[in-house]
T-cell receptor, first 117, second 110 residues
């Protein structure tokens, strides 16, 4: 199993509060991703990082921000949580997408279940 | 528009009844097609990557194939433990981003 730890695994929060999800990896992989998974939409990319302090937006980035101050940690922040952000959030890592085939695979964490009430 | 479509949405099989799952894609410049397995309450588990038409990969009862427009995941003599949702995803640029299909929920009854 890829060494990916997400925390918290489950959280209930109130509308309007900020929430931070943490992803920690022990693989020293350069790329890290945050996805959300919703019924009827599948997995959708929120933000990704291609190095320390290097991040970019995915297809559903509105209302989310990310930070990566160390190779091993990638934080996802919901600045003011809304009910539409109730979802399962997955962190993923990759060694070198577009490079060698062995480094091209994206591995996923176990998920963080977030409920906004 | 770049798109990945999986069919069927759900598939129910009897143990030992072989079948195939389909993943069709409309992206330009394919840089890899990925298959994942996802169990309830878990993250997607990597199965295979295919890169070029004609390529095949096998793992136990699973075999993935790729053409220029679609990929198939063949399941031979499935067992109940093969029950899961199978996800297909494609990468189409250097940024490493994946586009996922909606998945096929497979149920294998003893």
């Amino acid at each position: 199993d890829a060494g990916i730890t997400q925390s918290p695994r489950h959280k209930v929060t109130e509308t309007g509060t900020p929430v931070t999800l943490r992803c920690h990896q022990t693989e020293n992989h350069r790329y890290m991703y945050w996805y959300r998974q919703d019924p009827g939409h599948g997995l959708r990319l929120i933000h990704y990082s291609y190095g320390v302090k290097d991040t970019d937006k995915g297809e559903v980035s509105d209302g989310y921000s990310v930070s990566r101050s160390k190779t091993e940690d990638f934080l996802l922040t919901l600045e003011s949580a809304t009910s539409s952000q109730t979802s399962v959030y997955f962190c993923a890592i990759s060694e070198s997408p577009g490079g060698s085939r062995s480094g091209n695979t994206i591995y996923f964490g176990e998920g963080s279940w977030l409920t906004v009430v | 528009e770049d798109q990945v479509t999986q069919s069927p949405e759900a598939l129910r099989l009897q143990e030992g009844e072989s079948s195939s799952l389909n993943c069709s894609y409309t992206v330009s410049g394919l840089r890899g097609l990925f298959w994942y397995r996802q169990d309830p309450g878990k993250g997607p588990e990597f199965l295979f990557t295919l890169y070029s038409a004609g390529e095949e990969k096998e793992k136990e009862r699973l075999k993935a194939t790729l053409t220029k427009k679609e990929s198939f995941l063949h399941i031979t003599a499935p067992k109940p433990e093969d029950s899961a949702t199978y996800l297909c995803a494609v990468r189409y640029n250097q940024g490493g981003k994946l586009i996922f299909g909606q998945g096929t929920e497979l149920s294998v009854k003893p």
